[in-house]
């Protein structure tokens, strides 16, 4: 076995060592029993082991740019998502979920060797033709989409707690400046003079040092959440009901925010491809260092948030802390920093599926049309558009949680749990029994299910709830 497919086995246990190993051995080139039926393997290119260097990223750069997709907005929801599934379910719901979520980020990269393409869009057109192309299009951009709009509804809930005390006595004295000092204005701010500067580079790997800094100030939020919390008023925290320690009623909610923090699959393949020697080996060892780290971190503030305030855990845990509260507000601008720099990289997504549907509408007007980039004023014109959209919704709503439920229902579980394996056993399925199957069809239908059941949930909790919208 290669040594890029040999990083496959040995993760995960006995039998799923053997499972993977049986399933490997049938595309590896280098496998004894690759040869056995090659009428079968027509269609894999035998090309699949060779590594091409590159002058992208270390795999320091691709992790601290992996993680920081991973630890993102949704960790801020993770509490909330505790309270809805129940403590012990919560923490069972974190851990399968991050070792799904490390399985289908892996098995990515595999369909896209499987198929020859190089990106995730690719092996979904490869497996699924013209549908398949729209469908992960629409998925990713959307997903990326509702993700830049929960950013920049974190900037401002963030950044102006830190900014205004500090203009306090200035404020009430002139409307110009309490105007120049609003939500609004200092979100509109940080988007526009730092996430757009960002957002216009064009290389991912470039934006690797400020993922790392992101990281630097997301453990400063995760250290004052559990070592500030216990300390909190007695008024700001609520009671928690004995079944909530083991179970709740809002199992499918809770799996969409978890889903919303652990999913980066429509950023694996950029993130493959900036490490500057691409090959499985190394790539695994990014996502399997990211994903425990991530998984761990998310589980903490979940427990701790959860067992701090209870039934009055809200969809952005700094939301329960005092407005005036200096540690909390330091955390309060590391979060909102953490989402100016991690912002650029779904507008990169974002940039990446407006120049597919791009070529698919210039090859439809003319079949032998061959793109050759965008140019300058183009580059800038569609992330300008792709920033400023986000923006102007998020300047009219703060429902961060039901932006982080129906993106990781909808978007998330497509993304993550559906098209993966689906496209996976149809890359293989001459090769594999039905039984060899079900494992795939199986996360493919837990996915299908939280994606309806789920929004259901929480349009229904939405307009129950029509406070929950209301800005801080």
Known sequence: MSREYSDLVGDGGPQYNDQIQDEISIFDPLSETSNESSNDNDNIPLSMDVVTPSSGSDLKAAFFNMTNSIVGAGIVGIPMAFLNSGLFLGVLLMTVLTIVNDWTLRLIIINTKLSGTKTYTGFVTYTYGKLGKVVVLLSQGLFAFGGSIGFIIIIGDSIPHVIRPLFANEINNSAILSYILSRNSIMAFCVCAVCFPLSIIKDISLLAKASGLA??????????????????????????????????????????????????????????????????????????????????????????????????????????????????????????????????????????????????????????????????????????????????????????????????????????????????????????????????????????????????????????????????
Request: hydrophobic share 45%.
């Open 215 to 472: 990281l630097v100030s997301m453990s400063i939020i995760i250290s004052i959440v559990v070592f500030k919390a216990p300390f909190v008023s007695s008024d700001f925290k609520g009671t928690i009901p004995t079944l909530s320690y083991f179970v709740n009623v809002g199992f499918f909610q809770a799996v969409s925010v978890i889903s919303f923090a652990l999913v980066c699959h429509h950023n694996t393949t950029f993130i493959y491809d900036s490490i500057n020697t691409p090959t499985l080996d190394r790539f695994n060892r990014v996502v399997h260092i990211s994903c425990a780290i991530s998984g761990f971190v998310c589980c903490l503030m979940g427990v701790c948030g959860f067992l701090n305030f209870g039934n009055k855990t809200k969809g952005n845990i700094l939301n329960n802390f005092p407005s005036d509260d200096l540690l909390v507000n330091v955390a309060r601008l590391c979060f909102g920093m953490n989402m100016i720099t991690t912002l650029p990289l779904e507008v990169y997504v974002l940039r990446e599926v407006i120049k597919d549907l791009y070529i698919i509408y210039k090859a439809n007007l003319n079949p032998s049309y061959k793109f050759q980039g965008f140019s300058k004023l183009q580059h800038l014109a569609t992330t300008a558009i792709l920033i400023l959209i986000p923006l102007i919704i998020a300047l009219n709503t703060c429902n961060l949680g039901a932006v982080l439920e129906i993106v990781g229902a909808t978007s998330g579980s497509l993304i993550a749990y559906i098209l993966p394996p689906l496209c996976y056993n149809k890359l293989t399925k001459r090769n594999h029994t039905l039984k060899q199957q079900i494992p795939y069809y199986a996360c493919a239908t837990f996915g299908f299910l939280v994606m309806v059941l789920s929004t259901a949930q929480t349009i229904h909790a939405t307009f129950s709830s029509p406070s929950n919208s209301h800005c801080i």
